[in-house]
């Protein structure tokens, strides 16, 4: 698969996760199914823009906490679509985990590993 089909999948996995977190689990929350997929392609570009980035940077903290700052990482992102979309909303921080939990496995399956 090339690099440029899997990233485009990863984008995909991202605007549908989001609104299977909100409609089909329950997970999250949004006024109108536009807000769900709103936050969705925004998660989608933060996952492939900024991901990188911040994995980059926290690769030291990375190495002592076994991958977990990847993992927070994510659900600063998501945190940070409840932030930036008003119709958009993540209940708790258990939530986030979970939704994060959800879009990497889905992403990690379809996309493969990066």
């Not at 986030?96 to 496995?105: E, H, K, S, T």
């Amino acid at each position: 698969m090339s690099r440029t089909t899997r990233y485009g999948f990863i984008f995909l996995c991202c605007v549908l996760a989001i609104p299977t977190c909100v409609y089909g689990f329950g997970i999250l929350y949004a006024q109108e199914p536009y807000f769900a997929v709103a936050a969705g392609t925004l998660l989608g570009c933060a996952h492939l823009v900024l991901r990188p980035l911040l994995r980059f940077v926290t690769r030291p903290i990375g190495c002592l906490t076994f991958g977990l700052s990847t993992f927070a990482i994510d659900v600063g992102l998501i945190y940070g679509c409840d932030y930036l979309l008003d119709g958009f909303a993540v209940p708790a921080l258990m939530d986030a985990v979970i939704a994060a939990a959800l879009v990497n496995a889905v992403c990690w399956i379809v996309g493969g590993r990066r």
